[in-house]
């Protein structure tokens, strides 16, 4: 009986301490800091202990053997930072620790934005996982690729066969694992494409409960009509909708988020899931090519470059953009400034005006428009363009369902003069708008950096500080973090960020990256195994 009683003892005893994920200790044990835990709940403090990718315990009394202790008294504990709205496509094999984000808090990047994206994303996603980077990786399927795979850069509507070969391959990449649709309707072709034929692609998404992620077609003089598109494919295709880089762009609009931010306040009300994010700059950044007429753009760069070099068609496109320039109620090109021009490096950095005068053009705007043609013509360039009010800015920022996005790529050091929001966006928020101007609270805009992403896009196992969850953390001083980046020395890693965790693996150590990448490809609530 004796004997029974014992082996009952040990086997229950035994069975415990397997259950227990931290019966033998942990990898990394965080003790005394402050807990910010995603929620947007007060910071608290408390330990957490790391093992096999996940927090397995957080406590006041936690006392483990672990084969790293790490001792965050003075710091924020936080979840990793999500950033929703980012374009890595093409360059992640360019910097695969991903510094840039890394060193700004960021762990979790969602690309495929603004309806550009790779169109096979269970290929992409299997590459995700083999190059492994150092943040992990999330999805959507981009409309203009999706479009431009079965039509080209054709400027007319698609046909009925044409219509099933789009919804096939989002139908396809949903099961691969895309978190949703987003659109580029800026861009070519989405320019071309009509409200219905989006609605039809978005609806194949909701199949599979992602979501429709927007960079709507205009976000200067017709931004409410945008919105107002952007809200009825969300109500016809039954779908949630985030709208990507909120803002207002051109000296004309100042002020109009008072209008823009009540329309998404109402189409919540009304039962819409729309959601928005921003980057926290009164820059944006894209193609050189938004200032040219869309129709201009059709067909590809030869035959852009045979229509710019027609005088007819040249007259055209200087007096359309003489006349966008009117309504900015500027007279010259100086707020365009080139990011980064590869036919002639020696641009980068400097506004249209300054290169107009470089390349010895009288100093009318005229000859500036002829510039900006002759940049098109040799290629075309990406641009930063400064054109939006710090009012609106922080207007923005103060509606409760905003994220925070770069609307970045990996960065390069030292490659080209890039927008800072691909340093610094997170670090910006933290510095500026939270310990300076108090424009939020620090649990708040943490609250947006992670839970709500997480939520958003569903990205079930991140955004929280939780037991079971991911363990992606960040650690930082709240009194010095700080982006460095600027827009004349865009070049420069934000500053604060102690630690980072990317599923439960130390990526960086004292601000410095350790060269481990411990990403991995998320996916979407459709992916079929």
């Not at 009394?61 to 930072?81: M, R, S, T, W, Y």
């Not at 987003?182 to 039809?200: C, D, M, N, Q, R």
């Not at 692609?201 to 199949?207: G, I, P, S, T, V």
């Not at 510039?371 to 920022?397: C, L, P, Q, W």
Request: a positive charge.
């Amino acid at each position: 009986m004796k004997w029974i009683l014992f082996i009952l003892l040990f086997s229950t005893s035994f069975f415990s301490q397997s259950q227990d994920p931290v019966a033998n200790g942990c990898d990394i044990l965080i003790t005394n800091g402050k807990i910010i835990d995603g929620s947007g709940n007060n910071w608290y403090y408390s330990n957490i202990a790391v093992k096999d990718g996940k927090i397995v315990k957080i406590g006041r009394e936690i006392n483990l053997p672990a084969k790293k202790i790490i001792n965050a008294k003075g710091l924020i504990v936080a979840p990793g930072f999500i950033d929703v709205h980012t374009h890595l496509e093409g360059d992640e094999t360019k910097d695969p620790s991903a510094t840039s984000f890394i060193l700004d808090g960021v762990t979790t990047c969602v690309t495929g934005n603004c309806g550009s994206s790779n169109v096979d994303i269970g290929k992409y996603l299997h590459w995700i996982d083999s190059l492994k980077l150092s943040i992990n990786i999330a999805t959507l399927i981009g409309h203009n690729d999706v479009r431009k795979t079965v039509m080209g850069r054709a400027n007319r509507d698609a046909s009925p066969e044409e219509m099933q070969q789009m919804e096939n391959i989002v139908d396809k990449a949903m099961k691969d694992g895309a978190v949703g649709l987003s659109t580029g309707l800026i861009y070519i072709p989405g320019t071309y494409t009509k409200t219905p034929e989006i609605v039809a692609l978005a609806k194949e998404a909701a199949k599979y409960n992602g979501i429709y992620a927007s960079h709507m077609r205009d976000e200067g003089d017709s931004v409410t009509y945008a919105i107002e598109e952007a809200l009825t494919i969300g109500r016809e295709a039954k779908i949630p909708v985030e709208i990507s880089h909120f803002k207002l762009s051109g000296q004309q609009n100042w002020g109009r988020s008072k209008e823009t931010i009540p329309l998404i306040e109402a189409a919540r009300k009304e039962g819409i899931e729309v959601t928005i994010d921003q980057y926290p700059y009164t820059a944006s950044s894209t193609s050189i090519s938004t200032l040219i007429p869309d129709e201009i753009l059709a067909d590809g760069q030869d035959s852009i470059k045979a229509r710019l070099q027609r005088p007819v068609v040249r007259d055209y496109v200087i007096r359309s953009m003489l006349e966008r320039l009117k309504k900015r109620k500027l007279k010259h090109f100086s707020y365009a400034v080139v990011a980064n021009h590869a036919a002639d490096t020696t641009y980068n950095g400097k506004s249209i005006e300054q290169i107009n005068v470089m390349k010895g053009r009288k100093h009318k705007v005229k000859e500036e428009a002829l510039t900006i043609i002759d940049i098109m013509i040799n290629g075309g360039a990406s641009a930063v363009f400064h054109g939006m009010s710090e009012e609106d800015v922080k207007r923005i920022m103060k509606y409760p369902f905003n994220m925070f996005a770069s609307d970045a790529s990996i960065r390069v050091l030292n490659a080209g003069v890039p927008h800072p929001r691909g340093y610094g966006t997170n670090a910006r928020v933290l510095a500026k708008y939270v310990r300076e101007e108090k424009v939020l609270s620090l649990e708040e805009a943490i609250r947006r950096m992670t839970s709500l992403p997480a939520q958003k896009f569903q990205l079930k196992d991140r955004g929280l500080l939780k037991e079971g969850m991911a363990a992606d953390i960040v650690i930082f001083d709240e009194n010095k973090v700080k982006d460095v980046s600027t827009f004349e020395k865009p070049h420069a890693y934000s500053k604060g960020f102690h630690y980072v965790m990317v599923n439960g693996v130390l990526t960086v150590d004292n601000e410095k990256h350790t060269g481990i990448r411990a990403g991995k490809a998320l996916y979407g609530p459709g992916k079929i195994n």
